[in-house]
């Protein structure tokens, strides 16, 4: 909280989201390289990034507003690389890599061979 630090209460407003729930967004978001548009819908949507980020119900789900919000607190503070360098620090320790970007259901179709000729 100290690396990017909340604005203040005093006009109101919902409580904040705990900052471990918003670096787990964060860190899904970047593993799957999605718009803050997309986070929003694929916490509404997938359980399984809702159990990750430690959301308990879809009511509580932050908005693309604040996950925007949050990241760019995160880059003012110049906090953002060294969170996800903890990050990559904590797996490596456990012997994983987060690799983004990866097709993980992908198929393999086979496409008709093409002969290549002078015409």
């Known amino acids: 909280d100290l690396a990017a630090p909340r604005p203040s209460r005093e006009r109101g407003g919902r409580p904040p989201f705990p900052t471990e729930l918003m ?48 990241k760019e607190r995160l880059i003012q503070a110049g906090a953002s690389e060294s969170i996800f360098d903890a990050v990559n620090r904590q797996l490596a320790k456990h012997g994983y890599i987060a690799r983004g970007g990866q097709m993980i259901d992908a198929s393999f179709v086979q496409v008709p061979k093409q002969s290549l000729s002078k015409e």
């Open 23 to 70: 670096v787990r967004v964060l860190l899904i978001q970047q593993l799957f390289n999605l718009s803050d548009e997309q986070m929003e819908f694929q916490l509404l949507d997938r359980l399984s990034f809702q159990r990750f980020a430690g959301l308990r119900a879809s009511s509580q789900i932050p908005d693309r507003t604040t996950i925007w919000t949050f």
